[in-house]
């Protein structure tokens, strides 16, 4: 069986180690914020849509200005 | 066709690129180099497959996102599903103290999926069904998890091994239970990951080697091999879904291990 031949242990363990790490840290600097902020912007957007009466832009005027917020 | 390959056979461990101490063998002493002889930093086909699987991951991630908009396109609402699904998970096992930890939780769901997935691809190489690399996962979700308990408890955090209205004569029974159980958690999480993608793909090797024989031995037995051939289909749909199962139930373990460790029972 491969996965009891002690020598590719180290080998193995190396590579895992340094890869999850490269890919955590690409995830936490760019994938979750970028998720994170699409959602945090759609919810923002749908609030006040809902109180669109009480502001004093139209709604195109409020989805321009959050679209520009995700660049 | 008579030669039989053995269905462990795809899980050996070969160097792409051979990278060990043996340059070092004019430097350092004869004994020295037989002692560190197991010290081997070659990139071997299952850094490949993990190299490969988190690459993946991050193009695909990056070309969907790459032009968000509020109104989601089909890829970045895959992503987003992803993310949603992690949030739920935390949000159910931990509750909201848990979203500290969400980079983690989500960077090992996503890892384990990928990985696992990309193992289903023929003819590559599915790190996870290795015991190592799934002990290295299990056992820093072990060890953080003690970590996370001690710090925000300190030595109340041993109340975790006593559950509360134990008759006294009970307890010492009890603690040791509770120990034991505890302790086996680190291992548990990574031989059930391991084991899963193992058993999983020997299967398929194995039904694969039967359809193939029955396949090219020629008449009758031809057309009956389209029947594991028919089952081998079968199984790949089960272990893509074992491979999706696998990554949540290590998410899901993970989580309430967490959450022992924040929230004491």
């Known amino acids: ?13 190396f590579w895992f180690v340094l890869l999850f790490l490269a890919f955590y840290l690409v995830i936490a600097n760019e994938i979750v914020p970028h998720i994170a902020l699409i959602l945090k912007t759609r919810a923002k957007l749908l609030k006040s849509g809902l109180n669109s009466s009480k502001v004093t832009g139209s709604k195109a005027d409020i989805e321009t200005l959050i679209l520009s917020n995700l660049k | 066709m008579t030669t039989i390959f053995s269905p462990l056979e795809q899980y050996n461990i070969n160097p792409i690129l051979s990278l060990n101490l043996s340059f070092l063998d004019f430097v350092l002493p004869f004994d020295s180099l037989l002692l560190l002889g197991w010290v081997d930093f070659s990139f071997t086909n299952s850094s490949l497959a993990i190299l490969l699987a988190t690459t993946l991951f991050v193009f695909l991630a990056r070309f969907s996102l790459a032009s968000s908009s509020i109104v989601p396109t089909p890829w970045q609402s895959f992503f987003e599903m992803i993310y949603e699904f992690v949030h739920t998970i935390i949000e159910e096992q931990i509750g909201t103290k848990g979203f500290k930890y969400f980079t983690f939780i989500f960077t090992l769901f996503t890892f ?5 997935l990309l193992g289903m691809i023929p003819y590559s190489f599915t790190a996870t069904s290795h015991i190592v690399v799934t002990f290295g996962l299990s056992m820093a979700v072990f060890i953080g998890a003690t970590i996370v308990g001690f710090a925000s408890h300190g030595l109340h955090f041993f109340h975790l091994l006593m559950p509360s209205g134990v008759p006294a004569p009970l307890l010492p029974l009890i603690i040791t239970i509770e120990f034991v159980s505890y302790l086996t958690r680190g291992f548990s999480l990574g031989i059930r990951l391991a084991a899963n993608m193992f058993a999983g793909h020997t299967l398929l090797k194995i039904i694969a080697t039967f359809a193939w024989q029955m396949l090219t031995a020629g008449g009758l037995l031809s057309i009956a091999g389209l029947a594991p051939l028919a089952l081998l289909f079968a199984l790949i749909g089960l272990e893509i879904v074992i491979a999706f199962l696998q990554a949540y139930v290590f998410t899901v373990l993970t989580c309430s291990y967490l959450n022992d460790s924040i929230n004491l029972h």
């Open chain 1, 1 to 13: 069986m491969p996965q009891l031949d002690s020598l590719t242990y180290f080998t193995q363990s």
């Open chain 2, 112 to 116: 384990i999926l990928s990985v696992n």
